[in-house]
């Protein structure tokens, strides 16, 4: 697993502001704007059915498949998709956290 904080190319400012972007007929998309001199550092596409906000749960997967447009599923189906999703999230962000931990033990990063 390869792990990376990211730092502002301009002032190497660790303080990032994600901004989600909705547009119709768009995958979501996320621009990361440094805080401290306000300049884009990145931007990602979400796949469809790719965001999540842990603390909304179901309500939130389900809003982000209904903005794909994608055929949908079963309710039995959403739900068990949805849980094991829920699931890799969680044991993934542990693994992260942990690895970066690790990475990052000896620094203020």
Request: hydrophobic share 25%.
């Given at each position: 697993?390869?792990?990376?904080?990211?730092?502002?190319?301009?002032?190497?400012?660790?303080?990032?502001?994600?901004i989600?972007?909705?547009?119709?007929?768009?995958?979501?998309?996320?621009?990361?704007?440094?805080?401290?001199?306000?300049?884009?550092?990145?931007?990602?596409?979400?796949?469809?059915?790719?965001?999540?906000?842990?603390?909304?749960?179901?309500?939130?997967?389900?809003?982000?498949?209904?903005?794909?447009?994608?055929?949908?599923?079963?309710?039995?189906?959403?739900?068990?998709?949805?849980?094991?999703?829920?699931?890799?999230?969680?044991?993934?962000?542990?693994?992260?956290?942990?690895?970066?931990?690790?990475?990052?033990?000896d620094?203020?990063?």
């Amino acid at each position: 697993m390869e792990i990376h904080r990211q730092t502002c190319q301009s002032c190497g400012s660790k303080s990032l502001r994600n901004i989600l972007v909705r547009e119709p007929g768009k995958n979501d998309r996320v621009f990361v704007e440094c805080r401290d001199c306000d300049e884009l550092v990145a931007r990602y596409i979400i796949s469809p059915g790719g965001y999540y906000h842990h603390k909304k749960g179901y309500e939130s997967y389900l809003r982000s498949l209904m903005r794909t447009g994608e055929e949908q599923m079963s309710g039995k189906n959403l739900i068990k998709q949805f849980k094991n999703m829920q699931e890799e999230c969680l044991e993934r962000y542990a693994k992260v956290k942990a690895a970066m931990e690790e990475q990052y033990q000896d620094s203020d990063e």
